[in-house]
């Protein structure tokens, strides 16, 4: 009985197993199925994208790469940089066990989405880089209390840091960085026991806030990142409780009063980034802070000397001190740390001698200590490594010959050591050294013969005010990259080598005050980029070669004091500031520089005339002159000639006026003009004088022409040329006619009238003789070509002539708001950092939207600027000038910033202007937009966790 009471139980106990293994794998095939058909409905609901193709009834959607499955089950869904331009659909939550979701860098549009609040298991959140508008919700802890990763960075979130993030108990990780948000930043984000990160950088937009946190509550966090945020007031004390604290970057605020002591006893501490804000006091003298890689506090008001104690930072790679108002010496301990590779102290008041050891014991990079008081010569062991990049030594008082390494050292790209006492030649091998392209020793004591051969890489090559001398070497032709050649106030004779014609990218010569002698060469026709020439104080003779009126961008010239002869050749009115003083120039002087502005361009040439007083020149005699070869048959022929003139003269006047009576009929039934105010001409007087010579400009919309009216000028611009009108374009064009017609402000040019036909449309401005902001942006004619653009423009509606600049709200509203003139804005930022036109991109498209596309699928911002103008010394100030202009151009006017909000932030990145080179006088400059040549690439990038 017994055995069989367990025999029983033994079966009962395997039937029981059975039907639990059954039930679960049933359970489990149920909600594998169910995951994929939630997948496959995911890929219709984004209309089947190609990226997802893999994406199959036929495969288990565990083996997808987007998909991460434990147990069986789908766990994480990555959909990043996929050019998603949908909502993220509402049913996504249906897979139940999802702890990892990523949309990052996509085209997302809308609100949060909050369908991702029945996430329940959700730990990680990426939204970042997406289209996404609106405020952060202030129910955002509904996500769950298991989140530990939260990423809304690069959106267009705008208003408050919501309360409710303090909820989010399990939150170890908060990024918020490069949002629009301009509202309060939460204080209960100190109440998150395990946050370890926290990036709020970048957000330009906060109004002056104040750390509202209780700094030791963040016993956990590691990164602190506050960069561009708007802080003020004093860092306060208690930061040296952030025991676990690894990365801090609170640069480019308005913070004040001293460096908390406590900062630099921190043990775990990394990197600490304090540039751009307004502290004072001196730097704590006790440093603790062993484990420190990057320090940078440039840019304050900090005084005193540079703590020894920074010389026990043996793991310190980049140290920035610049721009303060440090004094003392260099402590001889920091030539000595192995790790150093990038050393900044320029822009103080620092003297005594360098340590000897910089370069030895470390792989050093930069070296940058311009403008201080330094004397003695320079260390031997800069380039001990072979891995200098940037040796910048201008303006002390170093002495003594260069070190024989510079003529070594391969690496080197750019070479400052101007305005000093060196002395010497030269090292034979830095002429060639393979990458070198700044080659500055201006105001020094060199001296020796130039060489025929340079490197290949130089662009700027400036020897000024030394003492070399010999000739230009015929060499020079293989100089091919120079842009600057600066040799003024040498002892170089003989002649200009005809092969210096010979450098398509030369911009600025300056050879003045030398011994050159010979005439100029007459290839200089090839100069095609040249816009600054000066050869004065010379010996240069013969006559000054008629090529030189063909150079097309030159702007300035100066050849006075030499020994030039024969007539001025004609020389365009480009050519705004003029020296031919003292030699011994005849004849007269063309009538386009006859006026006062020129009153010193031409002195000491007794052989020329002019007929202006002004200029202090002997006067020309204007009267016809008689001889006693002249006869009674001339003065017959000439009298015989006019009569003829006159007949035909009348002939053609009748034939004229009957082709104009059959024009104007002609043009009356084509043309209809509505006019905005009272105008003294007809449309025929109009299209009748759109004639090739009154064409000021022309442009991607249409061709713009100087017309006289009788009493005054107008300005036509024609748009669209026997084409049918697209719709979008034709409601831009109706758009702005209705603004214009309606608008009388002192800065946006009054539209007089609108003329069209089937084909073409015109728009009649009044005309104001001026410069164009045009010029300064690409070669296309915009509305001013032909109108004033007032430095003191407070309104950015002035360039709705052009379509590109006009934001959407204009093609649906007549009003006109700042958040309009802010997307205008944003457009010409965008043309001058890449430079490209309004109008660029595909029929359906405009450069804003071309722009925006780019950035938010997460492209390389770098790739996207003007290789013109792009150089690496202002590369971080035109990315974010090309950031602000996509901000600016946002579709939604509540998600632009205000001009007020975007001038703070163009500000920002002016202040480095303050340190830009001394001693280059801006009539030499060639230098492009926004180059100030610093001394500093203030690095802003993180590692992210």
Not at 55 to 74: A, D, K, L, M, Y
Not at 430 to 447: A, D, G, Q
């Amino acid at each position: 009985m017994t055995i069989s009471v367990q025999s029983c139980i033994h079966f009962s106990c395997h039937i029981f197993l059975v039907l639990f293994f059954f039930l679960v794998h049933t359970s489990s095939q149920s909600l594998n199925d169910q995951e994929h058909a939630v997948l496959l409905n995911i890929k219709q609901y984004l209309e089947d994208p190609s990226f997802l193709s893999h994406w199959n009834s036929t495969s288990s959607h565990c083996s997808w790469p987007e998909i991460t499955c434990t147990t069986g089950s789908v766990t994480s869904l990555t959909l990043s940089h996929s050019n998603i331009n949908k909502t993220i659909p509402s049913f996504i939550c249906d897979l139940t066990n999802l702890t990892h979701i990523d949309f990052s860098f996509n085209l997302i549009p809308g609100d949060f989405p909050t369908p991702l609040y029945n996430c329940s298991k959700l730990e990680y959140l990426d939204l970042s880089g997406n289209n996404f508008d609106g405020q952060v919700p202030r129910e955002i802890d509904r996500l769950g209390a298991n989140l530990q990763y939260l990423n809304l960075g690069s959106t267009n979130f705008h208003g408050d840091v919501p309360a409710s993030i303090g909820n989010l108990n399990q939150l170890r990780q908060l990024k918020l960085q490069f949002c629009l948000l301009n509202g309060t930043v939460a204080a209960e984000i100190d109440s998150l026991p395990n946050l370890e990160y926290l990036d709020l950088s970048s957000n330009f937009l906060f109004p002056k806030w104040k750390l509202p946190w209780n700094l030791t509550k963040f016993n956990k966090l590691k990164v602190f990142y506050l960069y561009g945020t708007n802080l003020v007031g004093e860092i306060p004390d208690n930061i040296g409780d952030m025991v676990a604290l690894e990365k801090l970057d609170a640069s480019k605020n308005n913070l004040t009063g001293g460096i908390p002591s406590g900062l630099f006893l921190l043990k775990n501490l990394t990197s600490l980034y304090l540039f751009q804000n307004s502290l004072s006091g001196e730097i704590p003298s006790v440093v603790d802070a062993l484990n420190l890689v990057n320090l940078d506090l440039a840019t304050n008001d900090l005084t005193g000397k540079i703590p020894d104690d920074f010389g026990k930072l043996q793991q310190l790679e980049w140290l920035s001190l610049s721009l303060n108002n440090l004094s003392g010496v260099i402590p001889q301990s920091l030539g000595s740390l192995p790790a150093l590779i990038d050393f900044r102290v320029f822009f103080n008041k620092l003297s005594g001698t360098l340590p000897p050891d910089f370069g030895r014991y470390s792989k050093l990079k930069t070296f940058l200590i311009a403008s201080n008081n330094f004397t003695g010569k320079l260390p031997d062991n800069l380039c001990y490594h072979g891995m200098l990049l940037n040796l910048s030594v201008y303006e002390n008082k170093l002495s003594g010959e260069l070190p024989e390494f510079l003529g070594n050292c391969s690496s080197l790209l750019d070479l400052k050591i101007h305005e000093n006492e060196f002395s010497g030649n030269i090292p034979n091998g830095l002429w060639t050294s393979f990458n070198l392209s700044n080659f500055m020793v201006s105001h020094n004591k060199f001296t020796g013969e130039l060489p025929k051969r340079l490197s290949w890489n130089v662009s700027r090559f400036e020897i000024s005010y030394n003492q070399f001398s010999g000739g230009i070497p015929s060499g020079v032709s293989s100089w091919t990259n120079l842009v600057v050649f600066d040799a003024s106030k040498n002892n170089f004779n003989g002649s200009i080598p005809k092969e210096l014609t010979a450098l398509p990218k030369l911009i600025t010569l300056l050879l003045d005050q030398n011994q050159l002698t010979g005439a100029l060469p007459s290839d200089i026709i090839s100069w095609k980029s040249l816009v600054t020439l000066n050869l004065s104080q010379n010996q240069l003779s013969g006559q000054i070669p008629h090529a030189i009126a063909q150079l097309p961008v030159l702007s300035q010239l100066d050849l006075s004091e030499n020994e030039f002869s024969g007539q001025v050749p004609s020389l365009s009115t480009r050519v705004t500031n003029l020296n031919l003083s003292y030699n011994h120039l005849t004849g007269r002087i063309q009538r386009e520089f006859e006026n006062s502005a020129y009153a010193g361009s031409f002195l000491g040439n007794s052989g020329l005339c002019s007929d202006n007083p002004a200029l202090n020149l002997t006067l020309c005699n204007s009267g016809l002159q008689r001889t006693s070869k002249d006869s009674s048959w001339s003065i017959g022929l000439i009298i015989c000639l006019a009569v003829a003139a006159l007949l035909l003269a009348l002939l053609a006047s009748l034939l004229f006026i009957r082709f104009q009576r059959k024009r104007k009929k002609g043009l009356d039934n084509s043309w209809k003009l509505v006019s905005f105010q009272r105008v003294n001409f007809t449309e025929s007087t109009i299209v009748s004088s759109m004639t090739e010579q009154n064409i000021i400009g022309s442009g991607g919309y249409g061709t713009v022409y100087r017309i006289d009216v009788g009493s005054d000028y107008v300005a036509v611009k024609k748009i669209w040329n026997n084409r049918k009108l697209d719709k979008k374009l034709e409601s831009s064009f109706r758009a702005e006619v209705r603004i214009l017609s309606s608008i009388r402000h002192t800065n946006i040019v009054r539209l007089m009238c609108c003329i069209s036909n089937e084909d073409s449309m015109l728009l009649v401005y009044e005309y104001l003789e001026n410069l164009s902001l045009d010029k300064w942006l690409h070669k296309s004619v915009k509305p001013g070509s032909a109108n004033k653009v007032p430095e003191e423009l407070s309104s950015m509606s002035a360039v709705i002539g052009s379509f590109g600049y006009i934001a959407p709200e204009f093609v649906q509203s007549t009003r006109v708001s700042e958040k309009i003139d802010v997307f205008s804005f944003g457009v010409v930022l965008l043309e001058l950092t890449t430079g490209k036109e309004a109008s660029y991109g595909d029929q359906h498209s405009s450069l804003s939207e071309w722009a925006w596309r780019h950035i938010l699928i997460g492209g390389n911002v770098e790739e996207l600027l003007d290789k013109n103008v792009t150089e690496a010394s202002y590369l971080n100030e035109m990315c974010t000038v090309f950031k602000l202009g996509v901000m600016c151009t946002a579709t939604l006017p509540t998600s632009r910033p205000s001009m007020k909000d975007a001038l703070q932030i163009l500000q920002s990145l002016a202040e480095p202007l303050f340190y830009a080179e001394k001693g280059f006088d801006h009539y030499y400059d060639a230098r492009p937009l926004l180059k100030s040549s610093k001394e500093t690439i203030l690095n802003v990038d993180h590692d992210s966790e």
